[in-house]
């Protein structure tokens, strides 16, 4: 089992910067692939950003976001810059372990999730 413990958020105006953070506990050496996933409210949760063993980023944060993993610390990390009022949601992180796929943009391809940090971008 893996335990994810998300954190980071805040509330933030247009055009700053938040760095989020996701700590993985347990059995972290299973962990194939990280990610980060959000929900606006009233919408479908969706995906922003993978890790492992490459980077990927949704459409919407391409040149915005960086996600990053620190193996040492068990931490992965999504730098949020240029914030904008559509990037409000709550953010989860997510984990799974390996299945032989490729596919990452699907809450299904992650076998555990934090708790969820929210992100409150005002205009």
């Known amino acids: 089992q893996v335990q994810l413990v998300d954190s980071g958020g805040g509330l933030v105006q247009a055009g700053d910067s938040l760095r989020l953070s996701c700590v993985a506990s347990?059995?972290?050496?299973?962990?194939?692939?990280m990610g980060w996933f959000r929900q606006a409210p009233g919408q479908e949760r969706d995906f922003v950003a993978a890790?492992?063993?490459?980077?990927y980023y949704a459409d919407s944060v391409k040149g915005r976001f960086t996600i990053s993993r620190d193996n040492a610390k068990n931490t992965m990390y999504l730098q949020m810059n240029s914030l904008k009022p559509e990037d409000t949601a709550v953010y989860y992180c997510?984990?799974?372990?390996?299945?032989?796929?490729?596919?990452?943009?699907?809450?299904?391809?992650?076998?555990?999730w934090g708790q969820g940090t929210r992100v409150t971008v005002s205009s």
């Open positions: 890790v492992g063993p490459n980077t």
């Open positions: 997510a984990a799974c372990q390996w299945r032989g796929l490729t596919r990452y943009y699907q809450e299904t391809d992650y076998d555990y």
């Open positions: 347990g059995r972290t050496s299973s962990i194939h692939r």
